[in-house]
């Protein structure tokens, strides 16, 4: 769950900047994300995306809000969607409609056939 105060911070914010790591290097990338009533942090990305394979690797990350310096550190874990509470599954998909997940089936079968991934940042 996220700090009350960064997630107050991230309010009329629509990304996030994500740092990974990979061989003692870091790597930062803009991303989407979707914040639940219970203040998990859930990110939907393409599964061959070079940062899904330095999560797969080492699941740290960073999560810091654009122009400030309010960051958390975390882990990923890989969500299978199946599992996933019904109002979070269509909170997902309203967000991230456009890449395909139109419907709760959709973001299942992207899922389950490998073409994406969806993550939760577990901060620590």
Same mark, same amino acid.
Do not use: C
């Given at each position: 769950?996220?700090?009350?105060?960064?997630?107050?911070?991230? /309010? %009329?914010?629509? /990304?996030?900047?994500?740092?990974?790591?990979?061989?003692?290097?870091?790597?930062?990338?803009?991303?989407?994300?979707?914040?639940?009533?219970? %203040?998990?942090?859930?990110?939907?990305?393409?599964?061959?995306?070079?940062?899904? %394979?330095?999560?797969?690797?080492?699941?740290?990350?960073?999560?810091?809000?654009?122009?400030?310096?309010?960051?958390?550190?975390?882990?990923?874990?890989?969500?299978?969607?199946?599992?996933?509470?019904?109002?979070?599954?269509?909170?997902?998909?309203?967000?991230? %409609? @456009?890449?395909?997940?139109?419907?709760?089936?959709?973001?299942?079968? @992207?899922?389950?056939?490998?073409?994406?991934?969806?993550?939760?940042?577990?901060?620590?």
């Amino acid at each position: 769950m996220l700090p009350a105060e960064f997630r107050k911070a991230l /309010e %009329g914010t629509d /990304e996030l900047l994500v740092t990974s790591r990979e061989d003692g290097r870091e790597g930062t990338v803009h991303v989407w994300f979707v914040v639940t009533v219970a %203040g998990d942090v859930y990110l939907f990305n393409y599964a061959f995306a070079r940062r899904v %394979g330095r999560w797969r690797k080492d699941p740290w990350v960073r999560l810091t809000i654009p122009r400030s310096h309010e960051s958390v550190e975390g882990r990923i874990r890989f969500i299978d969607v199946s599992a996933l509470d019904p109002t979070i599954t269509d909170q997902i998909v309203e967000r991230w %409609g @456009m890449w395909g997940a139109t419907t709760p089936e959709g973001l299942r079968r @992207m899922v389950r056939d490998g073409s994406h991934t969806l993550v939760r940042v577990e901060v620590a």
